[in-house]
C-alpha cells in the first residue's frame, strides 16, 4: 500500500503558472508509470500527462508546450508544471502511480494506476 499526497495548485489568473507535487508514503516502491489526471466540472477523468520508468514522459495534445512532468525516480517527488494556464484547464488534478508494465502509459490511461491522490483544485480566472 502507498499513500500519494499532492500539494500545490490553487487559483491564478490566464496566462499564469502553478505547480503541483505528489509525495509518496513509500521511498522504495518503483512504479513503472507515474502522471496526472484532471476533472472539470461536469466532465469525465482526463489523463494530462505520463513519466514512465525509463524516462519517456506523454502529454495530452492541449498541455504540450506548457505542462511539464517530471520526478520519476523514487529519491524525487513528482511534480507538474503547468505554465501559460487557461481556463480549460482547471478541474481537479490527481496524481497516480501503476507498478504493472503496459501500454497505458504512453496512452495516459488510469487502467493501469493502482495508486491515487485524493487531487488538488486548480482554478483559473480569465
Known amino acids: 500500500q502507498v499513500d500519494l499526497v499532492e500539494s500545490g495548485g490553487g487559483s491564478v489568473q490566464e496566462g499564469g503558472s502553478l505547480r503541483l507535487s505528489c509525495l509518496a508514503s513509500?521511498?522504495?516502491?518503483?512504479?513503472?508509470?507515474v502522471g496526472w489526471f484532471r476533472q472539470a466540472p461536469g466532465k469525465g477523468r482526463e489523463g494530462v500527462a505520463t513519466?514512465?520508468?525509463?524516462?519517456?514522459?506523454t502529454y495530452t495534445d492541449s498541455v504540450k508546450g506548457r505542462f511539464t512532468i517530471a520526478g520519476h525516480n523514487i529519491e524525487d517527488t513528482l511534480t507538474l508544471q503547468m505554465n501559460s494556464l487557461k481556463p480549460e484547464d482547471a478541474g481537479m488534478y490527481y496524481c497516480?502511480?501503476?507498478?504493472?508494465?503496459?501500454?497505458?502509459?504512453?496512452?495516459?490511461?488510469?487502467?493501469?494506476?493502482?495508486?491515487w491522490g485524493k487531487g488538488r483544485l486548480v482554478t483559473v480566472s480569465s
Open positions: 513509500s521511498d522504495t516502491y518503483s512504479p513503472f508509470c
Open positions: 513519466i514512465r520508468r525509463d524516462g519517456e514522459t
Open positions: 497516480a502511480a501503476g507498478l504493472s508494465t503496459g501500454g497505458y502509459c504512453q496512452t495516459i490511461g488510469d487502467s493501469g494506476m493502482e495508486y
